[in-house]
């Protein structure tokens, strides 16, 4: 699979070239039945901790992504999509029909009248009408990407921007005001039959001096690295550094979890990334803070406190954000868990959810 994906993505070679000022964006059209949107805002201040809002419009056949429990008519006429913050919630995730529930027209896009982003590179406006979360964020992208994935003939491409987010986040009528470092995503795919991806997760953090850093770590069913990759970008500078072959390791996980869709998973606790070459070195640490919510497509978004140590300087805080998801056997999940298990935890209830 890794040899497969390597021979196939050509996103290694894009990563290294200059930003391509013409890239895609468009609703489910063509050949591409699978869009993804995403802004993922980390760093803020307490309660929130993160923001995100992320959209699988047309359900993929990858075990990682696909999500049977918001189908309500068929696959591709299904979107889910998840809006969170650090505190507690039970509206944060919502399954819509296409037909039924959503207005897609070209740069605009509305959800079941409660969330609706609209616009074009670079500009783009994001507006939640909730009684439990409302948010109204201008986001403003910059020519600094990160090609996650671009496959040969045009079968799958995601990409991700870093964005400026000003405005304001509401949560059980308080407000908070939003200037913040985040990261803009598009995905595309055709219909692919199967594609056997099974563990995922993804983590941003929002460094001193306007950067940030990426964090990617991808598994197939028989627990095979495909990918493992690191991204720091510097808006200072208008750079972006992409490093392969990343050594990522989880050393302590929550109990058991069972997922709406029956799916039974251990959530990360404490996690380690690192990587080095001649010119740099980057480790990471980080724990979760536990407050997971199911919907990020088969599983679970959350924040943690890091360390993170650059080239030797290092900085620590408190609100990185992650993407969770472990649809492998549990065979492969629970190797050495009797290391990783916390003994007492009780706050992770991925039942409390809506449609």
Same mark, same amino acid.
């Given at each position: 699979?890794?040899?497969?994906?390597?021979?196939?993505?050509?996103?290694?070679?894009?990563?290294?070239?200059?930003?391509?000022?013409?890239? +895609?964006?468009?609703?489910?059209?063509?050949?591409?039945?699978?869009?993804?949107?995403?802004?993922?805002?980390?760093?803020?201040?307490?309660?929130?901790?993160?923001?995100?809002?992320?959209?699988?419009?047309?359900?993929?056949?990858?075990?990682?992504?696909?999500?049977?429990?918001?189908?309500?008519?068929?696959?591709?006429?299904?979107?889910?999509? &998840?809006?969170?913050?650090?505190?507690?919630?039970?509206?944060?995730?919502?399954?819509?029909?296409?037909?039924?529930?959503?207005?897609?027209?070209?740069?605009?896009?509305?959800?079941?009248?409660?969330?609706?982003?609209?616009?074009?590179?670079?500009?783009?406006?994001? &507006?939640? =009408? +909730?009684?439990?979360?409302?948010?109204?964020?201008?986001?403003?992208?910059?020519?600094?990407?990160?090609?996650?994935?671009?496959?040969?003939?045009?079968?799958?491409?995601?990409?991700?921007?870093?964005?400026?987010? =000003?405005?304001?986040?509401?949560?059980?009528?308080?407000?908070?005001?939003?200037?913040?470092?985040?990261?803009?995503?598009?995905?595309?795919?055709?219909? @692919?039959?199967?594609?056997?991806?099974?563990?995922?997760?993804?983590?941003?953090?929002?460094?001193?001096?306007?950067?940030?850093?990426?964090?990617?770590?991808?598994?197939?069913?028989?627990?095979? @690295?495909?990918?493992?990759?690191?991204?720091?970008?510097?808006?200072?500078?208008?750079?972006?550094?992409?490093?392969? +072959?990343?050594?990522?390791?989880?050393?302590?996980?929550?109990?058991?979890?069972?997922?709406?869709?029956?799916?039974?998973?251990?959530?990360?606790?404490?996690?380690?990334?690192?990587?080095?070459?001649?010119?740099?070195?980057?480790?990471? =640490?980080?724990?979760?803070?536990?407050?997971?919510?199911?919907?990020?497509?088969?599983?679970?978004?959350?924040?943690?406190?890091?360390?993170?140590?650059?080239?030797?300087?290092?900085?620590?805080?408190?609100?990185?954000?992650?993407?969770?998801?472990?649809?492998?056997?549990?065979?492969?999940?629970?190797?050495?868990?009797?290391?990783?298990?916390? +003994?007492?935890?009780?706050?992770?209830?991925?039942?409390?959810?809506?449609?």
């Amino acid at each position: 699979m890794q040899l497969l994906m390597s021979l196939a993505d050509d996103s290694k070679q894009l990563n290294q070239a200059p930003f391509p000022f013409r890239l +895609d964006y468009h609703g489910p059209r063509g050949i591409y039945k699978i869009i993804h949107q995403g802004l993922m805002i980390p760093g803020l201040p307490s309660p929130l901790h993160y923001f995100n809002f992320l959209t699988i419009i047309g359900q993929p056949n990858v075990p990682m992504l696909r999500n049977d429990y918001a189908i309500k008519t068929r696959a591709l006429d299904t979107v889910s999509l &998840i809006t969170s913050i650090s505190p507690h919630m039970v509206g944060h995730f919502h399954g819509y029909s296409i037909i039924n529930d959503c207005e897609i027209k070209e740069n605009k896009f509305v959800f079941g009248q409660r969330e609706q982003l609209e616009g074009s590179i670079p500009n783009f406006k994001l &507006i939640r =009408k +909730d009684n439990e979360l409302s948010v109204d964020l201008n986001i403003q992208t910059q020519p600094i990407i990160s090609h996650f994935t671009k496959l040969k003939l045009g079968l799958f491409d995601h990409w991700s921007l870093v964005c400026q987010c =000003k405005g304001i986040v509401t949560y059980k009528e308080q407000t908070y005001k939003i200037d913040q470092l985040g990261s803009f995503e598009f995905a595309r795919a055709i219909n @692919i039959p199967y594609l056997p991806l099974h563990f995922f997760t993804y983590q941003i953090i929002n460094l001193i001096d306007q950067r940030q850093l990426l964090l990617a770590h991808i598994r197939n069913g028989l627990n095979q @690295i495909v990918q493992s990759r690191m991204y720091l970008r510097d808006l200072k500078t208008q750079t972006s550094e992409m490093f392969d +072959d990343v050594y990522f390791k989880v050393h302590r996980v929550y109990p058991k979890v069972k997922t709406p869709n029956g799916h039974e998973m251990y959530l990360a606790r404490v996690f380690e990334w690192s990587f080095e070459n001649k010119k740099r070195k980057i480790i990471v =640490k980080g724990e979760s803070r536990g407050d997971f919510k199911f919907g990020v497509a088969a599983g679970y978004v959350g924040s943690f406190s890091y360390e993170v140590q650059i080239d030797g300087i290092q900085e620590e805080g408190q609100s990185g954000y992650c993407e969770y998801i472990d649809c492998r056997s549990l065979k492969w999940q629970e190797i050495n868990k009797d290391e990783k298990l916390m +003994d007492n935890f009780a706050s992770i209830v991925p039942c409390t959810l809506k449609k």
